[in-house]
């Protein structure tokens, strides 16, 4: 009979292996395109008493989430950021827009997106997304 293994601390933030090939997927295209961008370059304060640090900030300053599952802590969490950092321009790319908030609800990601005013994108970032203008970001701490 063997014996049990140890218990071990499991970190506060599991990325399930879909979203990091589909993070990795999106960094390769990003690159393939020569486009500008930083990954996780930065931490937002917000209330509270949080942090939160983006997936990928292009160069022109917009604010690209990737989303393979969009939870009801990321939704509230966003909705939190958007009120207390109007100016900043977040985005989300989803694996599947289409996919359901919850077993109960008929909103969709994308729906959600529209009704709190969030720009959004099937699988890739658009390359409009990268030739807008150069929109100004706040300082905030290095992660």
Not at 100 to 108: A, D, H
Not at 113 to 130: K, Q, T, V
Request: a positive charge; glycine letters at 4%.
């Amino acid at each position: 009979m063997t014996a049990p293994l140890p218990r071990m601390k499991m970190k506060r933030r599991m990325i399930p292996t879909f979203n990091q090939s589909f993070e990795q997927r999106i960094q390769q295209e990003l690159a393939a395109k020569k486009a500008a961008f930083l990954l996780e370059p930065f931490a937002v304060p917000y209330q509270p008493k949080r942090r939160y640090v983006p997936d990928i900030v292009l160069s022109n300053g917009i604010i690209v989430e990737l989303k393979g599952e969009f939870t009801s802590t990321d939704r509230k969490k966003h909705r939190l950021i958007q009120a207390q950092y109007p100016e900043l321009d977040i985005r989300f790319v989803f694996a599947d827009p289409n996919r359901l908030i919850g077993n109960k609800s008929s909103t969709t990601y994308a729906h959600w997106c529209e009704l709190f005013g969030f720009r959004y994108a099937a699988l890739h970032i658009p390359g409009s997304w990268l030739q807008e203008p150069y929109k100004r970001l706040p300082q905030f701490k290095k992660d």
